[in-house]
Nanobody, 119 residues
């Protein structure tokens, strides 16, 4: 299995910043892509950002210019730097990894970390 552990969530005022981290661990695996999704209360889970093993990134339109995803491949860790946060960014943020393990490609998910943007 591949385990994903998120950290860095919390309460922040509008306009503030937070950095989320997600570390992957477990039995031998090869990560193809890592990313972040979020789910606000009453809404479906939505894509936020992703980064592939080769480096290209992709962002939801709602966070472009405000969020930056990066990755430390040596540590199997992905980061999400969030700036200019808005109340509508409030959600549980989930880390996702698309990885190959024992020849099988699968999606893996973390348990989520709460981000609340409020004054």
């Amino acid at each position: 299995q591949v385990q994903l552990v998120e950290s860095g969530g919390g309460l922040v005022q509008p306009g503030g910043s937070l950095r989320l981290s997600c570390e992957a661990s477990g039995s031998p695996f090869s990560i193809i892509r890592m990313g972040w999704y979020r789910q606000a209360l009453g809404n479906q889970r939505e894509f936020v950002a992703a980064i592939t093993s080769g480096g290209p990134t992709n962002y939801a339109d709602s966070v472009k210019g405000r969020f930056t995803i990066s990755r430390d491949s040596a540590k199997n860790t992905v980061y999400l730097q969030m700036t200019s946060l808005k109340p509508e960014d409030t959600a549980v943020y989930y880390c996702n990894a698309f990885a190959r393990r024992t020849g099988v490609f699968s999606d893996y998910w973390g348990h989520g970390t709460q981000v609340t943007v409020s004054s």
